[in-house]
């Protein structure tokens, strides 16, 4: 991929206050990463799978926290959001007090570089954060490599790993987390048509660390 300024970490802090700032103005919660269908999509899986309701759920690169919100609705007690901007966790807190939900856990942390605290979750989701890494200006092959070794610290073995991505197709993600990790199922994603070739916009994969 070309770098990108999509991943740096100045964009990000810049980006959320500014969100932060129209939440305060307007109570905007701002932009769902891939649409509302994403967060359905994985909270369908956890349901039909019949995951425990009480099951350590860590959400990498929360952002605004919606997806917190929605997983919490849907009766999981024990779920995390973490953010290396400060200004992302500060608009999900605002999100998670005005939607009366304090059971939200929410920190600063950068993935790359977890506190040891950060471990045994039963699932880890990701909605774009690996998206982001991937157009690191500075070293993006290196810090995929730190990502799934990260990754390999805070998920219990036998946890499962939902990642979406616009970015990658099932094969190449297949090729990322194949140390460690292997596929489960993938999830069905919006498709599109162009020159008869049928393809899809977002891949959606559940992994299950070895």
């Given at each position: 991929?070309?770098p990108?300024?999509?991943?740096?970490?100045?964009?990000?802090?810049?980006?959320?206050?500014?969100?932060?700032?129209?939440?305060?103005?307007?109570?905007d919660?701002?932009?769902?990463?891939?649409?509302?269908?994403?967060?359905?999509?994985?909270?369908?899986?956890?349901?039909?799978?019949?995951?425990?309701?009480?099951?350590?759920?860590?959400?990498i690169?929360t952002?605004?926290?919606?997806l917190?919100v929605?997983?919490?609705?849907?009766?999981?007690m024990?779920?995390?959001?973490?953010?290396?901007s400060p200004?992302?966790?500060?608009?999900?807190?605002?999100?998670?007090?005005?939607?009366?939900?304090?059971?939200?856990?929410?920190?600063?942390?950068?993935?790359?570089?977890?506190?040891?605290?950060?471990?045994g979750?039963?699932?880890?989701?990701?909605?774009?954060?690996?998206?982001?890494?991937?157009?690191?200006?500075?070293?993006?092959?290196?810090?995929r490599?730190?990502?799934?070794?990260?990754?390999?610290?805070?998920?219990?073995?036998?946890?499962?790993?939902?990642i979406?991505?616009?970015?990658?197709?099932?094969?190449?993600?297949l090729?990322?987390?194949?140390?460690?990790?292997?596929?489960?199922?993938?999830?069905?994603t919006?498709k599109?048509?162009f020159?008869?070739?049928?393809?899809?916009?977002?891949?959606a994969?559940?992994?299950?660390?070895?």
């Amino acid at each position: 991929f070309s770098p990108s300024v999509l991943g740096t970490r100045e964009h990000w802090d810049a980006a959320y206050e500014r969100e932060l700032q129209t939440f305060q103005d307007i109570g905007d919660t701002g932009e769902i990463w891939f649409g509302e269908e994403s967060m359905v999509r994985i909270i369908r899986w956890l349901e039909k799978h019949k995951v425990p309701l009480d099951s350590s759920v860590l959400d990498i690169g929360t952002g605004n926290g919606v997806l917190l919100v929605e997983l919490a609705k849907s009766g999981y007690m024990n779920i995390t959001g973490i953010d290396y901007s400060p200004s992302a966790i500060q608009l999900s807190e605002k999100v998670r007090e005005k939607e009366g939900m304090s059971n939200i856990k929410l920190k600063v942390e950068d993935f790359l570089a977890p506190s040891a605290e950060l471990s045994g979750f039963d699932i880890c989701i990701d909605k774009g954060t690996f998206d982001a890494i991937s157009l690191d200006p500075s070293d993006a092959v290196g810090k995929r490599k730190l990502y799934v070794g990260s990754l390999c610290r805070v998920l219990k073995p036998e946890g499962f790993f939902l990642i979406t991505s616009c970015n990658w197709t099932k094969e190449e993600l297949l090729n990322e987390f194949r140390e460690g990790f292997e596929i489960l199922e993938e999830l069905p994603t919006p498709k599109f048509c162009f020159g008869g070739r049928i393809g899809n916009s977002v891949t959606a994969l559940v992994f299950q660390r070895k």
